[in-house]
């Protein structure tokens, strides 16, 4: 069965210090992989995009990597903001076999505190 | 929110009425989307059209309907027989071209049964 899963489900850090999601797939075939930030009561928002040869991608102060052989992503923040507080969805592109179909992660919930 | 509009933001429906959420996108996208997000899970694909006046069911399309006249607009009725209807519900678009295509997002509507 096709798979995103994420961790920690929630997450509470500082302003100004570093933290990293998780996202671990069992989608098969492969696509590609984006990481989308969803600020409360509003829609996803695209940060980054991977395909299978890609180890890390950076956006800003987000920077992302992919395991392919692992089937694991990870999404770093460094020196958070009061504003990085959203859920952060990790999105799983099945290959064009099976219609390009997304699969979406649970997301995990990120508060940053003053 | 990448040139998709939803209405209304927040809907309330009595039990037993239809309702129907608006989504006009202004990309010249040829496919869009409708998805429910309930807190916890990942979001889930209720029905998408790749072209106008063609559409197809999602993973979760019972209780619902859509139709697609024009290219720019794919509304979503919520019928009575939808049995539990309250959550966030987004509506998606994207090219059709290439295989990395990104998927913008609208900025939601809640909906909830009194």
């Known amino acids: 069965k096709n798979q995103v899963e994420q961790s920690p489900q929630s997450l509470i850090i500082l302003e100004g210090k570093n933290c990293t999601l998780q996202?671990?797939?069992?989608?098969?075939?492969?696509?590609?992989l984006r990481w989308y930030k969803q600020d409360t009561g509003r829609g996803p928002v695209s940060l980054t995009i991977?395909?299978?040869?890609?180890n890390t991608k950076s956006n800003g102060r987000y920077t992302a990597t992919l395991d392919a052989d692992t089937k694991q992503s990870s999404l770093h923040i460094t020196a958070s903001q009061l504003s990085d507080s959203a859920s952060y969805i990790c999105v799983v592109t099945a290959g064009r076999e099976y219609g390009n179909k997304l699969v979406f992660g649970a997301g995990t919930i990120l508060r940053v505190k003053s | 929110d990448g040139g998709i509009t939803q209405s209304p933001k927040y809907l309330f429906r009595k039990e037993g009425q239809n309702v129907t959420l608006s989504c006009e996108q202004n990309l010249n996208h040829d496919a869009m989307y409708w998805y429910r997000q309930d807190p916890g899970q990942g979001l889930r694909l209720i029905y998408y059209?790749?072209?106008?006046?063609?559409?197809q069911k999602g993973d979760i399309a019972e209780g619902y309907s859509v139709s697609r006249e024009k290219k720019e607009s794919f509304p979503l009725t919520v019928t009575s027989a939808q049995k539990n209807p309250t959550a966030f519900y987004l509506c998606a678009s994207t090219t059709t071209s290439g295989d990395f295509n990104e998927q913008f997002f609208g900025p939601g509507t809640r909906l909830t049964v009194l």
């Open positions: 059209s790749q072209i106008v006046n063609d559409f």
């Open positions: 991977m395909t299978f040869s890609e």
């Open positions: 996202c671990n797939y069992t989608v098969s075939p492969f696509s590609n």
